[in-house]
């Protein structure tokens, strides 16, 4: 669940596992549960198809994902308001069942980092002023049983090059860290609901069990 810049503009209700050419009733549920929301408030819910490069598409064959959004400005502010974006006591309630895993997949397809190579690695990043969001995590992942750390990862006036650009920082740059004995917990709640693809693919990587849809 996330919110524009403005967050009266929209919510995007939820965004859906990616397909792989499998079941696609996994849609079913979502979609009563985003058309019943969206009656409340006298709106609609959209739904769309999108390819591996996040393009859309008409045939439900050819899609890799799909995205379920609600337009609403009353339901928008019922979760965040444009200063603080999403208010405590939403992100209270995203940070326990059932929300959690989807919520948390939705912050590391955005901040977060998958690794494979040379050592298995994952880390979440937020900036300072989301201190506070990133020890609510922490704490929440702590609950499942799902070991991580909190580190400072970039000074502010800091510069990196990152995929060819140079990146200075303007502020402190922090991380979680998820230790070792928590990569498959980890991925069980949260990295099989990843959608952005390279980061999908590391994360199976930390799934023991097969997959029909694996590369090979």
């Not at 997949?105 to 002023?129: F, H, M, N």
């Not at 498959?184 to 609901?193: A, T």
């Amino acid at each position: 669940m996330r919110t524009r810049t403005r967050v009266d503009e929209y919510v995007r209700y939820e965004e859906g596992k990616a397909l792989y050419n499998t079941n696609f009733k996994l849609l079913t549920p979502a979609l009563r549960k985003a058309e019943n929301v969206a009656k409340r408030f006298n709106v609609k819910a959209t739904l769309s198809y999108r390819d591996i490069n996040d393009k859309p598409v008409t045939r439900i064959e050819d899609a890799y994902r799909w995205r379920l959004v609600i337009y609403s400005s009353a339901l928008a502010r019922l979760i965040g308001t444009e200063r603080e974006r999403l208010v405590q006591e939403t992100i209270d309630t995203l940070l326990k069942p059932p929300f959690m895993g989807h919520f948390l997949a939705g912050l590391w397809d955005a901040d977060g980092t998958v690794a494979v190579r040379p050592l298995k690695s994952i880390e979440l990043y937020q900036s300072e002023p989301n201190l506070p969001l990133l020890r609510k995590i922490r704490d929440a992942l702590i609950r499942e049983d799902i070991p991580n750390t909190i580190h400072l990862a970039e000074r502010a006036t800091g510069v990196r090059k990152i995929y060819k650009k140079v990146i200075v920082f303007k502020e402190d740059m922090y991380a979680l860290r998820i230790r070792a004995v928590g990569t498959l917990k980890w991925y069980e709640l949260i990295g099989r609901n990843l959608q952005r693809p390279e980061k999908s693919l590391h994360a199976r990587v930390l799934d023991p069990t097969p997959h029909p849809y694996a590369p090979v």
